[in-house]
């Protein structure tokens, strides 16, 4: 059974940075690709960044103002977020996501299993 871990969330003050993490627990397929999808207050998911097990990189949406970075660890399956300069725009729920596709896309469908959520709380 796979579960994806993720760590790192919490109160952070505008500004700041901070770094979420996920580890893919059970997961064993070369080929996979990773994301992030942020969840404001009373709106849907939307995807923020990927990675695949190639390295090939998405960002999307806010994330392609260049505070946002995605690395990964593929013999781990571990991936991480990083995100400099926070907004309170930055806050809400972020979930990762997993899915055996060799590419990015930023469609929530496309990705069969979800960590449980971190919450981000951006101080201003």
């Known amino acids: 059974q796979v579960q994806l871990v993720e760590s790192g969330g919490g109160l952070v003050q505008s500004g700041g940075s901070l770094t979420l993490s996920c580890a893919a627990v059970?997961?064993?397929?070369?080929?996979?690709?990773m994301a992030w999808f942020q969840q404001g207050p009373g709106k849907g998911r939307q995807g923020r960044s990927c990675i695949t097990s190639s390295g090939a990189r998405a960002l999307w949406g806010d994330a392609l103002e260049g505070r946002f970075t995605i690395t990964r660890d593929s013999a781990k399956a571990t991936v991480e977020f990083k995100i400099d300069r926070v907004r309170p725009a930055d806050s809400g729920t972020y979930y990762c996501?997993?899915?055996?596709?060799?590419?990015?896309?930023?469609?929530?469908?496309?990705?069969?299993?979800w960590g449980q959520g971190v919450q981000v709380t951006v101080s201003s």
């Open positions: 059970g997961f064993s397929s070369e080929n996979f690709a």
């Open positions: 996501a997993l899915t055996t596709r060799r590419s990015c896309a930023p469609d929530e469908d496309l990705f069969y299993y």
